[in-house]
């Protein structure tokens, strides 16, 4: 039985999901958090009901048939393979979980990993990757590794501060020098005088050569 224009719903709620009345049926079912796409055809299929239909035609018994099928899947015909919770630790059934009990159920999951110390629940511990995946390149976290940038005060220019301690060390031995040969004897020579600048010639020793002139240019 097919809804008038009147009678059409424009939101409606189908397991806890509020869905606009102009999607299609397969669609809106598979916007439902843990019911896929392969799941949500299925189910129409096991309800007869056309899948390209607008879910906001749907009658009100139609929207119950479909919650109850997703509620229990197994009560409603569907294969036990395209449940998301087969053979359940705790119970040991079928189930298939939707919305926050789907959440609730993979946290708890995580957690007894954990509390066994599985290699699984190891690397959940440290955020790691836990199915088997290439961590080179990907899942890569945080800053580059040994890169450390130096920051500069604004209006300053690269090496001036370097240039200027050599030259201001420098100039305080040259300083001290001139002091110590203004202060020595002209006999011994200061300390910062000249090699042979204070001291006096032999007696019988010879003049300096004097230097060679260049030839005359013709």
């Known amino acids: 039985m097919n ?13 806890g999901k509020d869905i606009e009345g102009g999607k299609k049926v ?5 916007e439902i958090k843990g019911v896929g796409y ?16 607008r879910v906001g035609f749907l ?7 479909i919650e109850q099928a997703i509620a ?19 119970s040991g059934l079928n189930q298939h979980m939707i919305t926050s009990d789907l959440d609730f159920a993979a946290s708890n999951d995580v957690e007894r990993e954990k509390l066994v110390m599985s290699w699984r629940g190891y690397r959940h511990m440290f955020g790691l990757r836990v199915r088997g995946q290439c961590t080179r390149t990907t899942g890569r976290k945080g800053g580059a590794v040994g890169v450390k ?28 020098g001139k ?7 002209a006999a ?8 042979g600048a204070g001291a006096a010639p032999a007696a019988g020793g010879s003049k300096p050569a004097a230097p060679a002139k260049e030839p005359a240019k013709k």
């Open 72 to 90: 229990n899947p197994t009560k409603a015909g569907v294969p036990p393979w395209y449940l998301n919770r087969r053979k359940n630790m705790d």
């Open 3 to 15: 809804l008038s224009a009147s009678e059409y719903k424009h939101i409606l709620r189908i397991a």
């Open 179 to 185: 002091e110590g040969a203004k202060g020595a004897p």
């Open 38 to 53: 392969n799941f949500a055809q299925v189910l129409t299929q096991t309800l007869n009901i056309n899948p390209d239909r």
């Open 59 to 65: 009658t009100d018994g139609e929207l119950r048939e």
């Open 188 to 195: 011994t020579g200061g300390a910062g005088a000249k090699p």
């Open 26 to 30: 397969i669609v809106a079912i598979s």
């Open 149 to 176: 940038k130096v920051k500069m005060m604004p209006g300053a220019v690269p090496g001036e501060a370097g240039a200027a301690a050599p030259a201001g060390g420098a100039a305080a031995p040259a300083a001290a």
